[in-house]
C-alpha cells in the first residue's frame, strides 16, 4: 500500500507499508521502528506490540511529543494497559492503530508541524 511521496529529504515520512516491511524516505526497513519527524531508530527491542514495555518508550517519552502513535502491525492490537497509562500519565496523547493507519496519520500530523511520534511494528502476533 502506496502511502505518500517524499518531497523533504530533511522530514522523515513514511512512504509505504506492507506486513513484514515498512518504507520510510524510499528506504526499506524489515524490523519494527521509532520514527519522529527528525528521527528515525530501528533499535527497538520488541518486534510485536504483545512484547512492548514502557522502558522501551524512554527516549521517545523523554522529547516530549505530543502524540504518540503505536503501530501495531497490519491488525489492531491493544498494548498492556501500563503502556498506556504510562504515556498518558506524562499528558501525552496515545492512539494503537493499525501500523497503515499510524503512518498515515504520522505523515498527516508530521505535514502540519505537530510534534508527533510513532513506534511502527512490520507484524503483529
Known sequence: MRISRHDSPSVYRVNSYEPGAIT???Q???????LTPESLSCDLAAERITDLALQDLQQ?????PEMIL????PTQIFPKRE???GII????????ITTSAASQTFNL??????RVSAVL?????
Do not use: H, K, M, P
Open 24 to 26: 520510510i524516505n524510499r
Open 28 to 34: 526499506q526497513y524489515t524490523t519494527s521502528v521509532i
Open 60 to 64: 521517545l517519552l523523554a522529547w516530549q
Open 70 to 73: 503505536l503501530g501495531t502491525g
Open 83 to 85: 503502556i498506556i497509562r
Open 89 to 96: 500519565s506524562q499528558e501525552i496523547g496515545c492512539e494503537a
Open 109 to 114: 500530523l508530521a505535514s502540519e508541524g505537530r
Open 121 to 125: 511494528f512490520v507484524c503483529d502476533l
